[in-house]
């Protein structure tokens, strides 16, 4: 799958693109840095309408607009203002990377505490699932399959 990368590890610049024809549209400072670079699961549309967001563990700087080859590794359920807008976790190919009780501790907290200066923002946090439940998303949420359906 390839994956865009919108915000750099490290960083509390949160860009924002428009999801299908990658156009920035603007940027904003969160609360909190991005624990790994964060972007999008290409020609995906997630519950929440946009793209599939996903988080890529790797201690590689990938930077702003590169498109990444990954493979999902999990996901996590996440329900932010009470819509479903979880999170898919990726490595790159040519890397080792799990999603263990740390990651899961660091995103929770990252994602707990990122729009800590959004006034009446709510986030759930619910099960962490492994990478079968993250590839049948994926899959679910994937604009090739979605267009098939709306045919049969």
């Known amino acids: 799958m ?5 915000n750099q590890a490290g960083s509390r610049i949160k860009h924002e693109h428009n999801e299908k024809t990658l156009e920035l549209k603007g940027t904003t400072l969160v609360s909190r840095a991005f624990p790994w670079p964060y972007g999008f699961i290409l020609h995906t549309t997630g519950d929440d309408g946009d793209n599939v967001d996903c988080f890529v563990l790797t201690r590689r ?7 990444v080859e990954c493979e999902p590794i999990g996901l996590i ?6 819509e479903i807008d979880h999170k898919i976790f990726a490595r790159l ?40 439940t993250a590839v049948e998303y994926i899959h679910r949420h994937s604009d090739r399959n979605q267009t098939a359906e709306s045919r049969s």
């Open 61 to 67: 700087p990938l930077l702003t607009g590169e498109i």
């Open 93 to 132: 190919q040519d890397e080792m990377a799990v999603l263990d009780d740390q990651a899961q501790a660091t995103f929770t907290d990252f994602a707990l505490h990122v729009f800590e200066h959004v006034p009446g923002k709510t986030m759930k946090i619910g099960t962490c699932c492994g990478r079968q």
């Open 77 to 82: 359920e996440q329900i932010e203002d009470g």
């Open 2 to 6: 390839k994956v865009f990368i919108e």
